[in-house]
């Protein structure tokens, strides 16, 4: 029970414990310490404490409870700092520890789900916490290996490097998934002289001044293929057959109309041997490309890119059929 006395009511370590939920040992740590100091002592030698101990030890225990740090809470006692801006910076740090807590969530998610033994888990555990900076950095490097050197459309190349991770704050294991592909990838030697050879090809089509130039027919073509060709592809019309021949004529066609058209008022281009045309797009499809631009989609939370790289491949095939 409290006491009181000529100058107010006076609280014992026990009865200070009793009124706050603490410890009588966390109480007596902070009353030695300097953060909670007694306002005197009894006859018999013991601390008591006023109302004022009363309110900065509540202060200081819903503090702790957020995880304010003993030396900041000095200093908000001691009125050096302001409980907001305590409370601001600590919010802010907290953030950082509740993204850093959600990615290792994912990261375990994507670890049970793939089954992946030590060496992979450590690969995934430091490609996942690399900052937006470093993912950034890895696929910059990536495109600068490739496009080194050569005459690449600006505009492509700017569309190219627009398309970097962003993974989010708070990413799903899919998104996590996606970048740790993506990272391994964009580092396969193999993936690299792949897009190095797309990358010469542009550039020499560009110089050749045999490229679709303008993306918006480029769009229209691409989903031309997936219409026309996809369709033959899912029908099962073998590329071979006398079936095939008026779709590939039609799609060959397209690309004869398309090309050249970057230059305003540009002539029609003569229509490419089938086969030559075959060649040249059979440099630029591959399913390692299109899964880039998949796993994009994915880590950035954009619309999902559909699988078209099998209606291109049956275009190849039956273009190749036509001289055969």
Request: no cysteine.
């Amino acid at each position: 029970m409290a006491a009181m006395h000529g100058d107010g009511t006076r609280y014992s370590i026990g009865e200070l414990a009793h009124r706050t939920g603490l410890s009588v040992r966390t109480v007596r740590f902070y009353s030695d310490s300097g953060v909670v100091p007694p306002a005197g002592r009894t006859e018999a030698g013991y601390r008591v404490y006023d109302a004022e101990a009363l309110a900065r030890l509540e202060l200081v225990r819903t503090l702790r409870e957020l995880g304010i740090d003993l030396a900041t809470i000095r200093r908000v006692l001691a009125r050096e700092q302001r409980v907001p801006e305590v409370a601001a910076a600590h919010a802010a740090a907290l953030d950082a520890q509740i993204r850093t807590l959600r990615l290792r969530r994912a990261v375990l998610r994507v670890i049970a789900a793939r089954g992946s033994d030590p060496e992979e888990m450590r690969q995934m555990h430091r490609l996942a916490h690399l900052s937006d900076e470093e993912r950034r950095r890895i696929v910059d490097d990536f495109l600068d290996e490739v496009f080194d050197g050569l005459d690449i459309d600006p505009g492509f190349a700017a569309r190219m490097r627009a398309g970097r991770p962003e993974l989010p704050d708070d990413p799903t294991p899919e998104q996590v998934d996606a970048w740790i592909e993506l990272a391994e990838l964009v580092r396969d030697e193999d993936f690299r002289r792949r897009i190095r050879q797309m990358s010469e090809r542009h550039a020499a089509d560009r110089a050749a001044g045999t490229q679709t130039g303008d993306p918006a027919a480029f769009q229209r073509l691409a989903a031309l293929v997936a219409e026309r060709a996809g369709a033959a592809l899912e029908a099962g019309i073998d590329p071979a057959s006398d079936e095939a021949r008026p779709i590939a004529g039609e799609l060959a066609a397209a690309f004869a109309e398309a090309e050249g058209r970057g230059e305003e008022r540009a002539p029609p281009a003569p229509p490419a041997p089938p086969a030559a045309l075959a060649d040249r797009l059979a440099t630029g499809t591959d399913a390692r490309a299109e899964r880039y631009w998949q796993l994009l989609a994915v880590i950035n939370g954009w619309p999902p890119v559909p699988t078209t790289v099998p209606a291109w491949e049956w275009l190849i095939a039956a273009l190749r059929a036509r001289e055969a």
